[in-house]
């Protein structure tokens, strides 16, 4: 069983930064490949970031490439969506994902179907 917490969302200005944690426990992250999704107001929940579990491999939704960076920190058991140069756009509840462990994989997954753990969300609002 693995158990994820979010935080680190709040209010921010269009153009600024924020930074996302995942921490997870009952299980380590480092065999786990691992993603961000997010799920604007009425609007269908859609991916965002992801990390394989080996060799760092990551894929990220084309509207946030080069502004959002996902990252894992294997000792702390968590990992991160640091958020640069936020949009309005970018507004929604923002959820942590794991797989259950894929050891050698170095995929990183973009469909919500292949994650079997999910956060509780937090929410990131832009202010323009």
């Known amino acids: 069983q693995v158990n994820l917490v979010e935080s680190g969302g709040g209010l921010a200005q269009a153009g600024g930064s924020l930074r996302l944690s995942c921490l997870a426990s009952?299980?380590?992250?480092?065999?786990?490949?691992m993603g961000w999704f997010r799920q604007p107001p009425g609007k269908e929940r859609e991916f965002v970031a992801a990390?394989?579990?080996?060799?760092?491999?990551?894929d990220y939704l084309d509207s946030v490439m080069g502004r959002f960076t996902i990252s894992r920190d294997n000792a702390k058991n968590t990992i991160y969506l640091q958020m640069n140069s936020l949009e309005p756009d970018d507004a929604a509840v923002y959820y942590c994902?794991?797989?259950?462990?894929?050891?050698?994989?170095?995929?990183?997954?973009?469909?919500?179907?292949?994650?079997?753990?999910w956060g509780q969300g937090t929410q990131v609002s832009v202010s323009s």
């Open positions: 009952g299980s380590v992250v480092s065999s786990r490949a």
């Open positions: 990390v394989s579990a080996r060799s760092g491999n990551t």
């Open positions: 994902a794991a797989k259950s462990p894929t050891f050698f994989s170095t995929t990183p997954y973009r469909r919500a179907a292949d994650y079997e753990y």
